[in-house]
Every structure is written in C-alpha cells, then in structure tokens.
C-alpha cells in the first residue's frame, strides 16, 4: 500500500502550505462566532514545530475578522472568493472520505502547517498540527475515522503516544497522533515523532518565535491606530495584526530559499537570488483584517546589524513636491547603498556578478562610470511617481511619470545630466535640448520636433534633482502643487495608520491606476484581463505600504490594503 504523497515538489512548498492552513478558515470564523470558545495563538502549537522547519503556518480563527469582511465587496467579489475557498477545501481533502463541516471544524481551534526537511528523501515533509477546543467532538472524528477508515492493526507506541495508521481505499496512507489538545497529522510517522520530541525538551521554533514577537512589541509602540472595535462582535488579542487571519514563518531564511530553488525550476532560482541581497535571518508575516481592509505585517531579524535606529523620520520629506494627480508612489532613500550592497554580493554570486557588468558595460559605452557618475550620488531620499495627465504628449498615454532625488554632490550630478543632454542632442532622429525658466526653476527638456517635450530635468533645490516624463509633468514638478499628493483624502486614508519612522514607502491609488487601465492599457483585447479579477480589483480603493526599523537588527514592512464598502 503506497503513503499518501504529502512531499511537495517544484515551486508548489508555499503554495501548498498555505493553501491547506487557509482551506475553511471562513468555515472556522463562522461555527466560532455561534460558540464562544478559546481561540488558540501560534505560540500554543510552535513548540510542537522541530528547530529544522523550513517554514510554519498558521491560520488563526477570529470571529471579529469575518464581521469585518462583510462590510467589504462587491457581490461579483465575494463569490468568486467563496467559490476559490470551496475550491481549496475540497482539494485538501482530496482522495480521503473526511468532510470538512463535519468531521473537522467543530472541534478545531487553530490550524498550523509546518515544512519540515525530509531525512529519507530530498522531498520536504508537511505536518499539520490542528488544535483542538471541543474535546468531545475531537474524539468522534477519530471514531468516525476507525470506523469508516479502518486501522491496519494494533498502533504503535512513541514515547508513550499513539500513532494510528489510516488508510483509503485509494490505497493512501496517513498518520494522526494526538498530543495534549493537539492532533497532529502527516503522510508518515517521522514527521509525528519529532514533534513527539520537541515536548520532551527538543529544540524547536517557540525561542526564535518569541525574538521576533519581541521586536513586533516595538514596532507596535510606533504605529498609532485607532479600531472602532467596538463595533465588533468580539474583542481582540495583541497579534502581529489586531485581527488576525493567518500567520507565517519562516525559521532559517537564506535555507528556505535554497530548498525552494531545489524544488523549483530556473526562474525561481533567479529570484531567490536577488533574494539574498537582503541580510535576512528569520522573518515573521501575519495576514489580518481591519474595518478598512486587510493589513499585512512582517517581521525579519537580520543577520548583521545595520545603521542604528533613527527615531526622526527619514523619508517622506519630498513627498509634498507631487501633485494630487499622482496615482502611484516608490518612496525610499539610498540608491547608491543598494548599488553596494549589489556589488558586494556579486563577488560570491556569479549571476549577480554577471548582471553588474552588464549595468558597468552599458553604461560605459555612453562614457558613463556607473560607480562614481551614476550611482554615486545618488545618496539622499529619493521618490518615483506616476502622475496622471491627458495633455499635449500624454494625451495616448493618460499618465506621466517623475522622479525626484536627493544628493549630496550636485557637481557631479550635473556633469552627469550634461553628458545625457549632449549625447541626446546627437541622436538620430533628431532630439532638440533646449533650456527655459519655469516658476524661476532652470529647466532642461528634450523635445521632440513632431511632438514636443519628451523629458525634463532641473533642480528645484541645490541638492533636489527631478526628471520628468512629459511636457505637462514637467511643468506640474515645477510648480508648488495646490493640493499636493500628502493633503488628497484618499493618501490621507490609505497611508495614515502606516508606522513611522518610514525607512521605504510606496502608495498606489488603485481607483484611479484602474480607472487608467481600463481606459488605456486594457482597452486593447490582447491584454485584457477575466472578469473575476476586473471585480476583485473594483473591490480595492489603494495600497500602502512603509518600512521601519524598530530594533538595530530588524526590519519591519506593514502593508494596508483599504477595500471599498459592501455594495449588494
């Protein structure tokens, strides 16, 4: 008789993680809003979770997130997110006689899904551990499961616990053990049996789990929220997030990423790559919902330390200079660390190494060093924005862009703008440079003969650089706007309970970028996009998303995503 094949291969690990701890949380929201019972936290089942996890997940039951989730939406968008949760509860129960209503979810108080390495094969191995809060009813389910199963003779004993043995008639095999006010559950017994381990002493994941928890603690001290909980049918714990839906983390980044680039064909490969570039040890994100949509938070302990905390805000301070038309914003600071950073990591990396000579050598051939003349300088904040206008040049477009940078050498800045301009000037077909003043700023633009200003540059302070897309941004970042980005409502909205200080920053104004793709990019047939996801994006007003530093050696990244109200 095979074993159930629980190994994941290929890019599926995550994908299959979070899929069977996500599968009929909404189920789990809704029996716990009827019955008012204990409600178990991560903490509670990681202790079971062995030191070597590549990864855990956990889904956690809170009945004041689904009071929250009904408040948003439109019709279409909720029932393609039903008819995608149906979708995920039958696949994970897929080729057993187990009902999800039935069998599991009166007696479940928590789901989490752990990944752990294989000792029998290069395959990894899913353990899930299920907590139980109906005593009663967890004990009918194994019932049912000797009854209608069937167990393949007497279970065996491990340190004093029983591990059943069930088999289907697909011929799959599977194996529960209960521990305490846990069930645990996997393919074979080994993954059992070291959870078995880890409650009699063995190292596992509730010591780096509390490190992280710990620095959440001050990153929380720095974000002041307001919920209007009572408005909720229940109160709320201290979580990564008020109202938490699901929890993930992840022990040993830089092993994670090696043992997915394993599973995984090239592309994933690159990507985990660039991956590393961050100095990443450990890191913690926890998905839950709030009365203006869904807030992400994640932790990550870092390998190094960094530059110490700074306790005054560090970006946000160009932001002002963007008008209220602008419907995405890249905010950060330090161009010229992160070019480091890539260099250094291109002396072990040989893809990496390959990509900055690529960068060095198409730079050069424009007489350009990109150490000293490009990069370099770039040292101060800096913030790239989509700016939305319907004039002149942009007229087919419907949307500019600008980028505003701040530095401490504006020699050499300039020396580098002169070489762009000159070799511009050169080119063929014909590009005009020409100079003018607009509201005293000295401004250099590129215009073409047949259709006018295609770029422009100038300084609006000694050391504040901006380069525009666009006759009519150009001349929109010369002037001081009236109202500015930071006064719309909608920024004000969507970026107000985001935690300062901010080390990056990045908006999105998801009305208003749908509303251009509608009418630019997605009216031509060939990309446009299903219906479902047309609804659920009408579903979402904006993103935000910010960056802080809470302790010297870790970095926390929250994101916001506001959801407009329910419409029937």
Do not use: C
């Amino acid at each position: 008789m095979s074993t159930l094949n629980i190994t994941l291969k290929k890019s599926k690990l995550i994908m299959a993680a979070v899929a069977i701890a996500f599968t009929g949380t909404v189920a789990i929201l809704l029996h716990l809003r009827a019955l008012r019972v204990q409600v178990y936290s991560p903490e509670d089942s990681v202790r079971l979770v062995p030191e070597n996890a590549l990864m855990a997940v956990f889904v956690t039951p809170n009945p004041s997130a689904l009071y929250y989730l009904r408040q948003f939406g439109n019709q279409q968008s909720r029932y393609h997110i039903n008819q995608f949760l149906s979708s995920l509860k039958r696949q994970s129960l897929a080729g057993t006689s187990l009902n999800f209503d039935r069998d599991i979810k009166p007696w479940l108080g928590g789901i989490l899904v752990s990944v752990l390495p294989s000792e029998t094969s290069e395959d990894a191995d899913l353990l899930m551990i299920l907590a139980i809060q109906n005593q009663r009813r967890a004990n009918q389910f194994i019932n049912r499961l000797n009854a209608e199963v069937g167990g393949s003779g007497q279970p065996p004993q491990y340190r004093g616990f029983t591990i059943y043995e069930y088999g289907e008639e697909s011929g799959k095999i599977y194996h529960i053990a209960r521990v305490d006010d846990r069930l645990l559950v996997a393919a074979s017994p080994e993954p059992i049996q070291k959870a078995i381990d880890t409650s009699f002493g063995e190292p596992n994941l509730a010591e780096l789990w509390k490190g992280i928890n710990a620095a959440e603690t001050a990153n929380q001290a720095t974000t002041d929220i307001s919920y209007p909980l009572s408005a909720a049918p229940f109160p709320t714990e201290s979580h990564m997030v008020p109202m938490p839906l699901i929890t993930i983390f992840v022990a040993d980044y830089n092993l994670f990423l090696d043992k997915l680039s394993e599973f995984s064909d090239s592309s994933w490969e690159s990507w985990s790559r660039v991956s590393k570039l961050a100095p990443i040890k450990s890191a913690m994100v926890s998905l839950g919902v709030e009365p203006t949509g869904f807030r992400m938070r994640g932790i990550m302990q870092q390998r190094r330390s960094p530059t110490p905390v700074n306790s005054s805000p560090q970006v946000g301070q160009i932001l002002s200079r963007f008008p209220s038309e602008t419907v995405a914003m890249v905010n950060s600071q330090g161009i010229n660390a992160l070019w480091l950073k890539l260099v250094d990591q291109s002396q072990i990396d040989p893809s990496i190494q390959d990509m900055v000579k690529q960068i060095r050598y198409g730079l050069a051939a424009i007489e350009l060093d990109a150490d000293e003349e490009v990069f370099g300088w770039m040292d101060g904040e800096f913030a790239l924005a989509a700016i939305a206008s319907e004039k002149g040049i942009l007229a087919p477009l419907g949307l500019g862009g600008a980028l505003v940078l701040e530095t401490s050498n504006q020699a050499i800045a300039q020396n580098t703008l002169d070489q762009l301009d000159e070799i511009i000037a050169q080119s063929n077909p014909p590009v005009n440079v020409e100079q003018r003043t607009i509201e005293g700023i000295e401004v250099t633009e590129w215009n073409d003969p047949q259709q006018g200003t295609l770029f422009g540059h100038g300084w609006l302070t000694p050391n504040l650089l901006f380069v525009a897309f666009g006759g009519p941004v150009v001349e929109a970042m010369t002037q001081v706007p009236n109202p500015s980005l930071t006064e719309t409502t909608r920024f004000q909205k969507i970026t107000k309970s985001l935690p300062e200080p901010l080390h990056s920053y990045v908006y999105l104004d998801m009305e208003n970028l749908l509303s251009w793709a509608t009418s630019y990019l997605l009216a031509a047939p060939a990309v446009a996009l299903p219906r479902r996801t047309i609804s659920l994006l009408n579903s979402v007003q904006g993103v935000g998303i910010s960056t802080t530093q809470p302790t010297d050696d870790h970095i926390a990244i929250e994101v916001l995503l506001t959801l407009k109200p329910r419409r029937y």
